[in-house]
Structures are given as C-alpha cells and as structure tokens.
C-alpha cells in the first residue's frame, strides 16, 4: 500500500514513503490511516484551540543540507552530541567519542525497527511513520550512572523544508542519565520539524530530559513524547519552548511499575503571533505512584496559548497522588489562552489535585519595585523572572540554565534571575 498523493494534504505531496525498516504493520496501518482521513480541524477536541489550516496550505520538500558548525546551538559543551540536520545525521559534527555505558545507532542502519507506535489514530504519528527520513536509538546499560548528558541537536536549514524525525530511548535497569534534545532553525522560511520520541524507563532507572525549542516564527513543530515507566523508576521532562510559530507538544505517559514518580515541567514565553500548545496525558495505571506536573506561561503581543493536561487514574490504581497546576501571565491585552486541566479518577484512595491561574502583572507591585528605584521595564523583567523561574529552576543542569539564559537574553532582552 502506499500513502494517495492525489488526494493528500498539500503540505506533504512532494515527499517520498520512507525507506526506513519498519514493521510492515506499522507502515501498513499509517499509510491506510492517512489515505482515509484529512488534517485535523478544530472540530477535533484535541485541537480545538489550534488551527492547522495554514500548515495544510504549505508545500514541503525532505532535503538533506549541511552546516559549517554547531557553535551556537551547542547547548552542553561537555555531553556526548548527535546532530541532525533536516532530520538526516551529520557525523562531522557529531561527537567522536562514546561513553562504554551507552550505546546508539541510526534508524536506518537497523535491520529491523520495531514496532512502537501504538497510537496510529494519530494523525501526526502516521506522517512520521509514513515519511520517516531518520532517527536515533539511545540504550543505556543496566547499572550505568552517566556522569555527562546525552545531547540531540536538531536544525532545519533551508526554505520549505519537513523533517520526520524519531528518537528512541532504552535507559536499562538501575541506570542513571539526561538526555537534552535542542530544535533550531536557520536559513529558511516555512519549515516543519514533526517528531516522535519513545522513551522506556526501565526498573529503578532515573531518567532526565531537558527539551529546547529555538526554531523561527515561520516553522511549525510537532513533537510527541510516548513514555512507558517501569517499577520504582524515577521520569522527569522539562521543556523550553522560546520561539517557534506553531509549537505543538505531546507527552504521554504510562505508569506501569508501582512506586514510580513522574514529573513534567514547562516554560513557554511568546511574543508577535507565536502559538503554543502543550498537550499531557499520564495514565496511571497502578497503585503507589506520584505525578507532578507545573506548566507556566507569559505572553505578549497577540501571541496565543494552549494547556490541556489530563491525569487519568484507572480502577484499582490506588494510593496514588497526582498534581496539576498551570499559570499565566499576559502582558498584552491581545494575547490569550487556554487552559484546560483534567482529572479522570477511578479509584477511591487517591490524593488528585489541578489547578489554572491567568492574569495580568501586578501594578502595585511594579509601583512599588519602581519607587525602590527600578525602571518600568526593569520591574517586569523581575517579575516575569520571578514567575516564570519556578519553572526553569526545574531545569538542574546549569549549563542548560545557562543556555536558556542566553536565548532569553537573545530574543526578550532580559535575564533569568535565579
């Protein structure tokens, strides 16, 4: 079988089926799916507050490019580095040397890539599984404590461009690591990176990815991370999205191990017509497990954005404690948002809470940061520090803080007060 061209969205008309190794089922039902269905609308709950209409419009091309350095984008200097340019792997810009407790390789150099993508009713997931052009398979050994990060640097270069791109992670028993993954953009107009990440955590594993997003107003970027927990084993996400035009992330999580503890974070500051949508799932599926989720916000401009977080904890999954809480900030009376946290509860013996906050910055409290001498400007910057700091103090490694820093600097002119 293979993807309709003819009666295909525009945005992927001109792209070859992936060459990939992937289970013939896989590929088979992806293809199937996206010949029976259109782009989603806003008449899909799940979209209901994202418009993908200007994304269906666009033509894109899949195309390899080089870049002369990575200088810029290099967010942990002392980590092991892959980088993918377009979705494909540029080795001369990859790190030479590889810890003996960690062990990767391309998608496209496996015989067999099995199968992971167990939701192929989504749409976004099927265009990935159709078109995947690369990807990378990260496996940490058992009992591994990794002293330095794993690092994913991901640049679009070039007008037009899509990348399919999936990461795979294995972080075996007992093991201890971060992965920081980075997504930038240079060079080009109307670009799309679109990637899946499946993560496993293995028992009694300690895994921490720190997510950056640094790509232009003019790329789209849908990103879905499917993470399966193991027994007493410990997942943090943080994510950093600075910039972007329509950023779209999805993290779903299955708790399947007791005593396990999950924990999800993100930051988002938006300025000009930027649009941002963070999408949770965590099931809970047994007894004896803590999920925490903070997700804040601050938009200016007519910059909008969405949080839907979904907490489900299913029949006899007790003793569970699960928090929600989302915040934000508008700086512009133009901007907006909308936030839409949930619980789904099945047990009787569980400790579940969610909350949503949105407003304005205090003028009384900038009144009085100026009357200590502050200017105007300086008075929000504190602020809006302050606020948004809960967030990337999350963020432990503090060359990572210090990246995030610097794009702040960048792109809002102001610092991160820690």
Not at 189 to 198: G, K, L, P, T
Not at 329 to 355: M, R
């Amino acid at each position: 079988m293979s993807v309709d061209l003819n009666s295909t969205p525009l945005f992927f008309s001109e792209l070859k089926e992936t060459i990939l190794p992937l289970s013939e089922n896989e590929k088979k039902n992806s293809i199937s799916f996206l010949n029976e269905n259109k782009l989603p609308t806003t008449r899909n709950e799940a979209w209901k507050y994202t418009r993908l209409a200007k994304l269906g419009k666009s033509k894109f091309i899949s195309s390899n490019s080089e870049l002369e350095s990575i200088d810029q984008y290099n967010i942990d200097p002392s980590a092991t580095t892959l980088v993918f340019v377009n979705g494909f792997f540029s080795e001369e810009l990859s790190s030479n040397d590889c810890p003996d407790n960690l062990t990767w390789s391309l998608l496209s150099q496996k015989n067999k890539i099995e199968e992971t993508i167990s939701d192929e009713s989504e749409y976004f997931n099927c265009l990935n599984s159709a078109f995947l052009v690369e990807g990378v398979e990260l496996n940490i050994a058992d009992k591994a404590i990794m002293k330095n990060p794993i690092q994913i640097i991901h640049v679009l270069n070039g007008d037009a461009i899509i990348s399919n791109f999936r990461i795979v992670v294995n972080a075996g028993k007992s093991s201890e690591a971060s992965i920081i993954t980075g997504f930038f953009s240079e060079n080009g107009d109307s670009q799309f990176s679109n990637v899946i990440s499946e993560i496993n955590v293995a028992e009694n594993a300690k895994l921490t990815m720190d997510k950056l997003q640094y790509e232009t107003e003019s790329t789209f970027h849908i990103s879905t991370e499917k993470v399966k927990q193991a027994r007493n084993s410990v997942f943090t996400i943080n994510t950093a999205t600075l910039n972007g035009g329509l950023v779209r992330n999805n993290v779903v999580v299955d708790v399947d191990g007791e005593n396990c503890n999950t924990h999800m974070n993100g930051a988002y500051l938006l300025k000009n017509k930027q649009h941002v949508d963070n999408h949770t799932l965590v099931n809970h599926n047994v007894p004896n497990c803590d999920s925490f989720e903070l997700y804040k916000g601050v938009m200016d401009d007519k910059s909008t954005a969405v949080f839907n977080g979904k907490v489900i904890v299913h029949k006899d999954a007790q003793k569970i404690n699960a928090f929600q809480s989302n915040g934000n900030v508008l700086i512009s009376d133009d901007a907006t948002v909308n936030s839409k946290p949930e619980l789904e509860i099945f047990a009787d013996d569980v400790k579940c809470s969610h909350g949503s906050t949105t407003g304005q910055l205090d003028d009384e409290a900038i009144f009085y940061l100026q009357c200590r001498g502050l200017s105007k400007k300086s008075a929000h910057q504190l602020m809006v520090s302050a606020f948004i700091g809960e967030v990337l103090e999350k963020f432990e490694n503090e060359n990572v803080r210090t990246y995030i820093n610097g794009l702040l600097k960048s792109r809002f002119n102001w610092d991160y007060v820690s």
